[in-house]
């Protein structure tokens, strides 16, 4: 970590003008919020850089008031520093209802989660911090959605994504540094949750589905680890869409797939950050569809792009073979982008596979060293593409979703409960 990070968790206090000096070398799109305006009604206090300077200034109180410890006060400030990061790529004008222009940033949680993704890891901080960071960002706006909501379903699936008791500091902070009409009724909000995150046994707590583990570790204790998961990620996932209300539904509901099911693991990331060579090392018994292989094979060229059409057919019709056949698969493509992805994620669904997302997660620097080395080196140009519009996965995508470091160790693995942080996979993992 780097000493002024380290500063930061033990207690310094930079306002957010140094915080963005320290990190732009990391981090240059910090440079463009100063450039990036807000909507006056509700930012009365100027541009998003503005805007931050304030957030920082609160996080720091709630820290101290709160009394967090080194970790989470790092989190918590460096999320605030970085929430709106990605209103500098999304900010835009455009009409509202009275045909008036208003100023407008849509989905910039997300666009601004998944620029962080490649970028953090270049300072070395440690992965829980990191990753707790990106699922503020990533997550700031999905408080009001959840309140909204009000289920206990929809609690429990921002529970396992992100800390409910930081997020809600986040938020205070948020609406603390803004001059706007309805600071007063979003506080009044910021405190409902918190009641409802109470309420449901999910504030400051990693136990996100409290009562579920003990019965499934009963009811599938005969099942191998590979069953128990299953079920177990299917029941959260039917829990959370409203189709059960209990783990012991879960468990009737898996009852079809002790027969057997196909396995579907999903890659994810730019090219060069090692998902063939990992395949090829922990999945040599999986069915393989690779994209780049069925190009070369239909084009003569993997970079041929304009035979893209038909390689994914070909590549839906060869996924639809092996999970017909209740094959274990592997669909190898960048899959950076959410609908890309989305494609051999909602055929493993259909067909009852266990699905996993594996996700590389390599520092920037690491991906563009890597590439030029490749037997098949693709451009830079193509390489920068696919990290400016990745879209990072989000948990519910997939059953399971594991994250390997640049020297493709899983460092992060989640599905049932809260994520776990490891250095080496679970049993029964793949």
């Not at 707590?205 to 299917?234: C, I, K, M, N």
């Not at 693709?378 to 594991?402: D, G, I, K, M, W």
Request: aromatic residues 8%; contains cysteine.
């Amino acid at each position: 970590m780097r000493p002024f990070l380290a500063a930061l968790r033990d207690g310094a206090s930079p306002d957010a003008g140094a915080l963005a000096a320290e990190l732009s070398d990391t981090l240059p799109l910090l440079a463009a919020l100063s450039r990036t305006p807000q909507d006056p009604q509700w930012h009365a206090e100027g541009d998003v850089a503005a805007h931050t300077a304030l957030v920082v200034q609160e996080a720091y109180a709630l820290a101290e008031h709160e009394g967090l410890g080194p970790d989470e006060r790092l989190i918590l400030l460096l999320a605030a520093a970085l929430h709106d990061l990605g209103k500098a790529l999304t900010t835009r004008q455009a009409e509202d209802d009275t045909g008036r222009l208003r100023i407008i940033s849509p989905r910039h949680a997300d666009r601004g989660r998944s620029y962080l993704a490649y970028r953090l890891p270049e300072l070395g901080l440690p992965y829980r911090v990191m990753y707790s960071v990106m699922a503020l960002v990533g997550h700031h706006h999905d408080l009001g959605r959840t309140l909204q909501a009000g289920t206990e379903q929809a609690y429990r699936r921002l529970a396992r994504q992100v800390d409910l008791r930081l997020l809600y500091l986040l938020e205070i902070a948020d609406v603390r540094g803004r001059q706007a009409p309805d600071r007063a009724g979003a506080l009044e909000n910021l405190e409902l949750f918190r009641l409802g995150a109470e309420e449901y046994s999910l504030w400051n707590t990693p136990d996100t589905y409290p009562g579920w583990a003990e019965v499934l570790a009963h009811e599938l204790a005969p099942f191998s680890t590979t069953y128990q998961d299953f079920v177990r990620q299917q029941g959260i996932l039917d829990y959370e869409a409203g189709r059960l209300y209990t783990p012991h539904e879960a468990v009737a509901r898996g009852f079809r797939a002790r027969s057997g099911f196909p396995e579907l693991l999903v890659t994810c990331g730019p090219s060069g950050s090692g998902k063939s060579a990992w395949v090829a090392e922990h999945c040599p018994e999986f069915d393989v569809v690779s994209l780049d292989l069925l190009r070369e094979a239909l084009s003569g060229k993997r970079a041929d792009q304009s035979v893209n059409g038909r390689v994914l057919q070909a590549a839906k019709e060869q996924l639809r073979v092996s999970l017909r056949a209740g094959r274990r698969v592997v669909w190898d493509a960048t899959n950076t982008r959410r609908d890309f992805r989305g494609i051999p994620l909602r055929l493993g669904f259909e067909y009852g596979a266990l699905t996993t997302l594996a996700v590389f997660q390599p520092p920037l620097r690491t991906i563009f060293e890597r590439n030029p080395a490749r037997t098949h080196a693709v451009p830079a140009a193509v390489v920068a593409s696919q990290v400016e519009n990745a879209e990072f996965p989000y948990l519910p995508e997939a059953h399971r979703t594991v994250v390997l470091d640049e020297y493709l160790r899983p460092v992060l693995q989640a599905g049932f409960g809260a994520p776990e942080l490891t250095d080496t996979p679970a049993p029964g993992t793949l």
